[in-house]
Structures are given as C-alpha cells and as structure tokens.
C-alpha cells in the first residue's frame, strides 16, 4: 500500500507506511525531508542546516550530508542530535521548562537534557549505556518517543549505579525527575525510573528489579491502578519488597506524583513532610485485585467527566426523573456515607432498608462509577458471599479478600443487595456478622486451614447495603453487630398507590432506563467528586455541632441503646429470665449519627450541624430498632400525652397489631430494662414511660408531632400524684 505524505513544503511524495515510519526519527527531530529519489529520499540536512544535500537510504536507513560530510546509521543519528541538542540548552531554556513543570531548576540536573528548535529532548539508555530514545517534549503537549526506538526504563543507568536503594517506579518522566529530586533533596537513599506510561513494563526489565525494594508511584486513575498490576505480575515473589501508593479517596481523578511534589514539598517548601505523607500513602498490595475477565470488560471503560456545577440539588432531580419519588434521605445517606470516607469521621454503617424491587437498587447503583475501575473512592459489590470479606484462597495477584482492598483505604463500601447474607445459613451468617463486628472497630485476623493466616489492622471505612424488611426478624444473630449498623427504612410500608404509580413509572421509562441509570450514576459522581474538592479546599474541616442537635444526639442514642437492651429469658420457661438486663453505652451510635450530621450540613453547604439535620437522625433511630418493641412504646407515649392519663393495657392492645401475649411479653421487657413502669391500681395495669426515658424521647424530640422540630421542649414536670397513692408520680404535661 503506497500513501501519499506531504513534506513540510507540501510537497507529496510516495512512500509505504512503514518505510515512512521509519523515517519519521528524521522528521521527528527537525530533519526536513523534500524528495523520494530511487531508494533515497532527500531533504534538510539537521546538522548544517544545509539545504537539499541530506539523503536517507529508506531501506538500509542510511544517511549522509553531502556538505558538512556527517554520515552515519540510525543510532548514530540519534546520537548526533543528542549531543548537539545538550550543547544547545542554556539555563534561560532550562528555567522555562523547569517553571513550566513547577519543580526547581536543580530537579533535572540528572538527566541528559537537550533543546532544539522549540521541543526539548531528554536521552534514554539501555544498561549498556547505548542511546535508544530520545524523548521529546514540547511545551504545553505530552512527551513523546522518537518513533520506531526501543521503550527504555528512564533513569535506569543511575538506578543501576545505585543497587541499594530503594526504587520508585514512576508513571513518566516529570514523575521520576519530581520524585528523585524530592528524594535528593532531603537526602533519602532511593532512584526513581520510570516506563513511559503505566501500562508498560517489558518482561526483560525484571532481571533489573530482582531482589531490591520496589514503590509503585502510578497516578490515581485506571490507567495507574491497571499499571500497577502489571508490576506486580512481572515482580510477584521476585523482589525484596513491593509497596504501592494509595492515593487518599477524594484526590482528583489522574492525580499523580508530580502534582503532590510540586505543590507540598517545592512551592509550599515541606520536602520532608511530604515525604512522610507519600509514604502513608503506600501499602503492600495494589490498589485493586482485579481478575482477568474484569480487566477485559474495563477495556474501554471510561471515568465520567466531572460537571463542576452539578450539587445534590442536581442529584435530587436527576433521581425523581428517574425513579417514582425515590427516597430522599436514601440518597442522602449514600452521599454521606461516601463523604463520611473522604473526611475520615467515624465509621458509618447504615442499612438501607426497603421491600424489594422499591427502588433502593437504583438509589446505590447510582453510586457505582466512585469504585473501581473508575474512580477508588469506594468500593461497590452486588453482594457478598461466604468468603469473601476474609479469603483464605492463595492468588497470583495475592489476597483476594475484600477487606485487603480496604485494609489502609479510606473508602466507601457500598453492598447493593445485603438479604443474600439474611438469608444464609446461621454459622456462615454469624461468621460474615464477626467479621464485620471487628471490621468497624479496625481489626480483623483469620486463620485457614491452608495454613494461611489474613491479618487486617487498619480498617475503617463507611458502609451502606441495600437490604430488605428480613433485616429485621435478625434480632438474635444480629446481637453480634449490635450498636454497629443503623437502619433507614426508604420503604413505603403496604401503600398500594405508590406501589402503582411506581410500577407505571418504571414501564414508562423502561426504553430509556439504562441511559436513564448511567445519567443518574454521572450526576452522582460529578455531585460527590465536588464536594471532595470542596472538602480540600476547607482542609477537610467538619462543620461543629450546635448544642440542640448534640443535646438531641445524647438522646437519639441513649434512646436506642435502650430499646437494644436485652432480656434473656429461658426459653422454655418464659418467666425465668437468666441473666440481669443489659444496655449497651451508645457512644458508637452516638459518633456515627454526629458524623452523619456534620456530614450533612457540609453537603448543604452550612459550617454548622443544626436541628435541621435531626430529622435524618431521628429516622435512623426509629428505623433501627426493633420495630415492634417501637410501635408499642410510642403507643404509650401517645396515649399519656393525649390523653393526660395513664393508659390502660387494653388501649395499647386496640392500638396496636400484635397479639395479646405479645403485648404483654414486650410491655415486661421494656418494664425490665427501665423503659417503661408499670403499676396497678385497683385491677388495672398501668404503663407509661419512666422518668429516665420520657426526658430522653423529649430530648432527642423522637416523637414531636407531625416529626416537627420544635425550637423549645414541651414543658414537662414530672409531680407527685395528689392522689398520692401510688410510689411512683403521675406525669402531667403542661402546654
Ligand atoms: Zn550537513
């Protein structure tokens, strides 16, 4: 196949690609070639400047001037231009490069620098010392190779020089010029080479690496985290140690080595700072364990454009045009939780709570472009199985487990569909429930069979899994994770006409429903990857809490410590109870819903958490108990209120829909753990709240009406009964 080219004088001539291609060292390094003669193709000699006396011979790839007599093969060439680029670099064009990269003049001392005619060029050497690229690089554009040289490691002779130190293996030039100057400007031992990009590491470069320290420094985005697999494959078991950087969740999408060096240690002038901050960043494992299929399907996938405009206003809409009145505070709390990671509060771990098929599916798929492969804000499953939060499976890539990807990470993990884990047998069931208990509090070890042994010391991480009502007939098995988890339940109970408008919405829609989703999961990811940014930029600072919603926190989780308190009984002989009733403190809960608060005043933009933010609180407080145990206890509370009396059992009895012997069973427990008293007078059994938790419920405002929020309490005052008979005192609410 012949194609005509143009020369830079316009002039076609006819030559095959791949001939061309090899001519291209020529052209790429101001050579101008004019015309094909025979095998020879005439032109501009580079060296004399000369013109119409330089002749390459396309076959044998042979040149000569016939004016100034320089002549020679390929690499000669290359070696020529090398040497006469190096003579033409002066300090003025070295100051402009090193400005416009934004490191010191110093930082490139190293490396064999050169300039010609706008574009800077910078040598590549085999271990032999022989020239095999010469990379260019104009300013404002990307490096590039000289076409049809080898890819060399840059910066592998001076590693070569240097075996003891530990290597940085960078993803291009400015990366490994940034890093080896951090390195020589605090004196710490170390060499930094670099491929030039992260998806290229040939396999006879290997024999360099075997046995020394290697750091994996590739940018924050696919390409890096792909990268870094690459190294490991090539490296696995064959070198001394191997650590990879972590970039923190919530750095920008393609953020990388240069970007952190410029900034912290050059022109904010902390070298040594940000050399501890760079190695916090780095763990023993890559960023993602992502298996051969996975990878095929990332082939072309794509990390949305950020809309720096979008807000969760924008988020909000996007969701109701998709979904029939998507719950508000579902979404909500996906975004805090993702948040939560980016500001390192205390973990929160929510259920989303929902029948199925009612939409808490779309509300986290929504999520799903912060995880890999996109983006490492957050970690996104469909499901978890037995094995797979600990695995004791042996990989080439290394441990498969879940909690290795999230082991050091600050992330978000989001569980689509969590019932399939309700749903398992008791002892696989209470082994996930372990798992996750040591997880929120940050250490987890496993022991296998296979003699493998997973240890994870450094989890913390915020959770959100969609699951359904089943959630809460796992009282028992539940205890395990007890104050751990909150509930927020974005279903609509058995209403029917939602139900219908749902369904007609859903039919509607269905032809657009996947561009529909992925609209959806663009918006949330330009929404979140946002307020990241806007977290940066306030130092990561968290809005205080004023002292009426703290007062109300106290008593959302003194509340729902309470209703978690447990009566054993036996279970036989339902009146002998084995044990003393027990609470728990609450100062779990207590952290997460002050996180999630602080959380949600940032999202909206204020510097303080105020009463405004309860209402997300207080549902998570109702919705997290048992429900049962709830609806009875704000029946006796509703009753004393109205009513200004005591309630009678049977008034609870045709308030509620649980059974007489229920009832009565509830109503003891509750009297046991001090929530309520219960008194007779005459024949009657009286029950109302006691006086510990009636201030409780009115502090944390859990049941003002209409789930208002009302500035002042209520008045209460608590008074002995003038009847005076019984112990205890009557209560009697004032307006
Ligand atoms: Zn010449």
């Known amino acids: 196949m012949l194609k005509k080219y143009n020369t830079i004088e316009d002039k076609d001539f006819d030559i095959s690609d791949d001939k061309f291609r090899r001519l291209k060292i020529f052209t790429m390094h101001g050579t101008v070639l004019r015309e094909l003669v025979g095998t020879q193709v005439s032109g501009d000699c580079p060296f004399c400047d000369k013109e119409k006396h330089f002749y390459v011979n396309w076959e044998k790839l042979l040149w000569d001037c016939k004016i100034c007599g320089e002549k020679g093969n390929l690499q000669s060439f290359l070696n020529k231009i090398n040497e006469r680029n190096k003579k033409q670099i002066n300090p003025r064009l070295l100051h402009a490069l090193a400005e416009e990269r934004r490191l010191p003049d110093k930082a490139f001392s190293w490396i064999e620098l050169g300039y010609n005619h706008g574009q800077y060029t910078m040598a590549v050497r085999d271990k032999d010392k022989n020239l095999i690229d010469l990379r260019i690089y104009r300013i404002g554009s990307k490096v590039m190779a000289t076409a049809g040289m080898q890819t060399g490691l840059f910066g592998l002779l001076e590693m070569l020089q240097h075996p003891k130190k530990p290597i940085y293996i960078c993803e291009g030039e400015w990366d490994a010029i940034a890093m080896q100057w951090l390195l020589d400007s605090i004196s710490k031992p170390g060499r930094a080479v670099c491929s030039p990009g992260a998806n290229t590491f040939k396999p006879e470069w290997v024999d360099f690496f075997v046995g020394h320290s290697i750091r994996v420094c590739y940018d924050n985005d696919i390409a890096g985290t792909k990268g870094e697999m690459l190294v490991l494959d090539r490296l696995a078991k064959k070198v001394k140690s191997m650590q990879f950087i972590h970039w923190p969740s919530g750095f ?46 990332l082939e072309g996938s794509k990390t949305p454009e950020v809309d720096p405009s979008v807000n969760i206003e924008d988020v909000f809409r996007i969701y109701e045009e998709h979904l029939h009145e998507p719950s508000r505070m579902g979404i909500e709390m996906c975004t805090i939780a993702a948040l939560a990671s980016v500001f390192d509060t205390d973990p929160v771990w929510v259920f989303l709570v929902a029948p199925p098929s009612s939409g808490k599916t779309a509300i986290i798929s929504g999520f799903r472009y912060l995880s890999q492969p996109y983006d490492t804000m957050a970690l996104f499953l469909s499901h978890i199985t037995t094995h797979s939060l600990v695995s004791g499976m042996e990989t080439r890539r290394g441990d498969p487990s879940i909690f290795a990807q999230l082991n050091g990470n600050k992330m978000a993990f989001y569980i689509k569909d969590f019932t399939t884990v309700v749903s398992m047998r008791d002892t696989d069931k209470e082994d996930i429930y372990a798992q996750l208990r040591d997880a929120y509090d940050g250490y987890t070890m496993k022991s296998f069979g296979n003699g493998v042994k997973r240890e994870y010391n450094n989890l913390k991480f915020s959770l959100v899994a969609g699951v359904t009502e089943l959630i809460y007939d796992e009282s028992v098995n539940f ?95 339902r009146d002998l109870i084995k044990s003393a009733p027990y609470t728990e403190t609450g100062i779990r809960f207590a952290k997460m819903l002050a996180a999630i608060a602080a959380v949600r005043a940032f999202m909206y933009g204020r510097n303080v958490a105020k009463l405004e933010d309860l209402p997300i609180l207080r549902k998570i407080a109702l919705d997290t108990v048992n429900q049962r ?36 069973c509830v109503l003891e427990d509750l009297c046991m753990l001090k929530i309520l008293e219960k008194y007779r007078t005459g024949r009657k059994h009286l029950y109302r709240l006691s006086k510990q938790m009636l201030s409780v419920v009115e502090e944390a405002h859990l049941y003002d009406d209409e789930y208002t929020i009302k500035r002042k309490n209520p008045k209460v005052h608590l008074r002995r009964s003038k009847t005076g008979k019984g112990r205890h005192s009557k209560l009697i609410l004032k307006k």
Do not use: W
Request: hydrophobic share 30%.
């Open 479 to 573: 205890q395990a994770l007890g104050e751990r988890f909150g509930k927020l339940n974005i279903g609509r109970g058995n209403d029917v006409e939602f139900s219908r408008l749902a369904i007609a919405k859903s039919m509607l829609t269905r032809d657009g429903f996947k561009e529909m989703e992925d609209k959806c999961a663009k918006t949330v990811y330009s929404c979140i990857k946002n307020l990241a940014k806007r977290a940066e930029e306030v130092g990561f600072k968290l809005p205080k809490i004023d002292k009426d919603l703290e007062k109300a926190i106290i008593g959302i989780s003194l509340y729902v410590s309470a209703m978690r308190g447990c009566v054993s009984r036996d279970r036989y002989k």
């Open 252 to 297: 920008p999408n393609g953020y990388d080595l240069r970007d952190c060096v410029s900034k912290y240690a050059f022109e904010r002038k902390r070298p040594k700072r940000t050399f501890r901050r760079l190695k916090s960043y780095m763990r023993d494992r890559p960023r993602t364990q992502i298996s051969a299929d996975q990878e095929d399907a």
């Open 629 to 664: 145990d709830e609806e009875l206890l704000r029946s006796v509370y509703y009753l004393n209120k109205d009513k200004h009396t005591m309630p009678f059992k049977k008034n609870i009895l045709e308030d509620s829909r649980y059974t007489p012997y229920t009832v009565k």
